[in-house]
Nanobody, 120 residues
Framework: VQLVESGGGSVQAGGSLRLSCVVG????????MGWFRQAPGKEREGVAW???????TYAHPVRGRFTISRDTAKNTLYLQMNNLTPGDSAMYYC????????????????WGQGTQVTVS
């Protein structure tokens, strides 16, 4: 399984970005996907998760501003980010796993290389 993120960039506070993560390779039985971020000097943190038939959950700091979704026909996971703040600046990673438990533990087996988001 290969994950390739795109859509990052620089935006002013209050702006929006949509991140994409194309999932390649053997994608059968992927049941849990998520977006994570890591800012310089900080630990990686989970942002949003999508699992099972399409249930979603969000970290408190992004709830109401970010939306995770997927297009199964395109094998693509998205993260729509609205009302961005400088605190959202980070490298954003998507992750996937064939175990539902990954969405509980955030221990994913597959990770992308990341896309940078900078909010000023």
């Amino acid at each position: 399984v290969q994950l390739v993120e795109s859509g990052g960039g620089s935006v002013q506070a209050g702006g929006s970005l949509r991140l994409s993560c194309v999932v390649g390779g053997v994608t059968s039985n992927i049941v849990c996907m998520g977006w994570f971020r890591q800012a310089p000097g900080k630990e990686r943190e989970g942002v949003a998760w999508l699992f099972g038939a399409g249930a979603t959950t969000y970290a408190h700091p992004v709830r109401g501003r970010f939306t995770i979704s997927r297009d199964t026909a395109k094998n693509t996971l998205y993260l729509q980010m609205n009302n961005l703040t400088p605190g959202d600046s980070a490298m954003y990673y998507c992750a996937a796993d064939r175990q539902l438990s990954a969405c509980l533990t955030s221990k994913f087996g597959y990770w992308g290389q990341g896309t940078q988001v900078t909010v000023s």
